[in-house]
């Protein structure tokens, strides 16, 4: 697929090394990944019982603040083979994050400390904490379950079949490069996915502080809502307490606790809502099924739109209480 930006058209660019790849995604790195973000771009072997692994890089999410998450960092190019080089990677990683949180721990906060704009990060986040220090700050991030991200330039079914098999939290985002001449142009997933369903806040719209705010308000939603038809919602909603193939950001994985059932025409209504069991890769479809605890609860009085023209296309974020709350759907968008 070829772009076209005013008058110049951009043709796809596939990359024969890793390391001008990797160049990418270090200068891209506040655009995938968010300003509330650290991406260190550190390659040192970290020794397990079994085996050492070297990671291409870590990040830290601190969108929000209160619940920082570290995710290992795999980049990757197409033309790597998906499981000699990639998938083994990944378990490898998997199974030796246990082992070696205390040298990551200290490594990265070596390297913060090294970066006067890391270093600043860092305090931003523990500040609208409850952290005592950066050294809390940052355990809390560390001393968690594992998450893994892969950076590719083209993600193909083979690689989520791999991903699949080694059943951990590893999630991919794509950039993919245009060349023009001598100028790129670049199309890539984000970390909390795109935010074209988070509505602009009007006071800063436009603004990279509008832009955060809205990203901040995703971060902090833990209810997914997914459009249904009538017959998908009995058969799969009601019938097998589930819901597939649905697409989440790569950060809302760990944050989403709820799934909500908006019924289309002519219920045009958030109607069910379920606890969530289990997030697992669909297939090798890049997407996901989300299990239930129980059987999904009907809630007290439908939720409807308060225009037709605002109805969901794709899966949308709330918080649970202001979903609940909401007087109309766009009212609980609004707040998520």
């Known amino acids: 697929m070829n772009i076209l930006i005013g008058e110049m058209l951009y043709h796809p660019h596939q990359f024969t090394k890793e390391e001008h790849f990797e160049a990418q995604v270090v200068a891209l790195a506040d655009r995938i990944f968010g300003e509330q973000t650290i991406y260190l771009d550190i390659k040192k072997k970290l020794r397990g019982s079994e085996f050492s692994i070297i990671p291409d890089g870590f990040l830290i999410d601190m969108t929000v603040p209160s619940s920082p998450v570290l995710y290992l960092i795999e980049n990757e190019i197409v033309s790597h083979d998906p499981f000699k080089h990639i998938g083994i ?12 949180q ?9 390297y913060i400390l090294e970066n006067p704009v890391f270093k600043e990060r860092l305090n931003q986040g523990c500040h609208m904490s409850d952290a005592r220090n950066i050294d809390a700050y940052l355990d809390r991030a560390v001393y968690d379950d594992f998450r893994a991200i892969v950076i590719i330039d083209e993600a193909r079914p083979e690689l989520y079949k791999v991903l699949q098999k080694i059943n951990a939290n590893i999630s991919v985002l794509e950039l993919r490069t245009y060349k023009s001449g001598d100028s790129f142009a670049y199309q890539y997933d984000t970390l909390y996915d795109s935010d074209a369903d988070i509505p602009e806040v009007e006071e800063t719209a436009g603004t990279d502080d509008g832009h955060a705010r809205r990203l901040a308000r995703r971060a902090s939603c833990d209810t997914i809502i997914v459009p249904a ?17 649905i697409r989440i950001g790569a950060a809302m994985k760990a944050r989403i606790q709820y799934i909500a059932a908006y019924q289309v025409a002519p219920e045009s209504a958030v109607t069910y809502i379920a606890e969530i ?11 996901y099924l989300v299990e239930f605890k129980a059987p999904a609860e009907k809630l007290q009085r439908k939720i409807k739109l308060r225009e037709s023209k605002n109805s969901p296309q794709g899966p949308v974020y709330v918080r649970r209480e202001d979903l609940l709350s909401a007087e109309y759907l766009e009212d609980a968008l609004q707040q998520g």
């Open 89 to 100: 990677q990944l378990l490898k990683f998997s199974i030796n994050f246990e082992d070696s």
């Open 229 to 245: 038809q009538e017959q998908g919602f009995q058969e799969t909603f009601i019938g097998e307490n589930c819901w597939y193939a």
């Open 277 to 287: 069991k289990e997030i697992r890769p669909y297939e090798d479809s890049g997407k």
């Open 102 to 110: 205390t040298q990551i721990r200290n490594l990265l906060m070596k």
